[in-house]
């Protein structure tokens, strides 16, 4: 592994809707620490944002509308969070409404180059 990944939660990761997802995500963190790595010092080097979805689902109301709920990964220069995302679309007036919640932030330690 090119470097260590931390993970720190917030308040916020102890509501009981995430509860039960938190020991799911530190494994996906663990397993993908060297893509993790890889994308930070990406987005770092090129002063971008990227994002990448840890699990996720989509669903159709009654309506019509497109509720998309996911768990994802977001990259801001050198800051990594852990975002709860809920995201409807509804195509009739074209519109789409984001809820993000932040529930925890990643640190990269780097060794060597």
């Given at each position: 592994?090119?470097?260590?990944?931390?993970l720190q939660w917030f308040d916020t990761?102890?509501?009981?809707?995430?509860?039960?997802?938190?020991?799911?995500?530190?494994?996906?963190?663990?397993?993908?620490?060297?893509?993790?790595?890889?994308?930070?010092?990406?987005?770092?080097?090129?002063?971008?944002?990227?994002?990448?979805?840890?699990?996720?689902?989509?669903?159709?109301?009654?309506?019509?509308?497109?509720?998309?709920?996911?768990?994802?990964?977001?990259?801001?220069?050198?800051?990594?969070?852990?975002?709860?995302?809920?995201?409807?679309?509804?195509?009739?007036?074209?519109?789409?409404?984001r809820k993000v919640k932040y529930l925890?932030?990643l640190s990269m330690e780097c060794g060597?180059?």
């Amino acid at each position: 592994m090119e470097g260590k990944i931390g993970l720190q939660w917030f308040d916020t990761a102890e509501d009981a809707m995430h509860k039960n997802n938190l020991n799911a995500i530190e494994e996906w963190v663990q397993a993908n620490a060297d893509n993790i790595h890889d994308i930070f010092h990406y987005v770092g080097d090129s002063e971008i944002e990227a994002s990448k979805i840890i699990d996720g689902k989509q669903e159709k109301d009654a309506e019509g509308r497109i509720k998309i709920s996911s768990y994802e990964l977001y990259f801001f220069s050198n800051l990594m969070l852990i975002v709860y995302s809920e995201e409807t679309q509804d195509l009739e007036k074209s519109e789409v409404l984001r809820k993000v919640k932040y529930l925890g932030e990643l640190s990269m330690e780097c060794g060597e180059p």
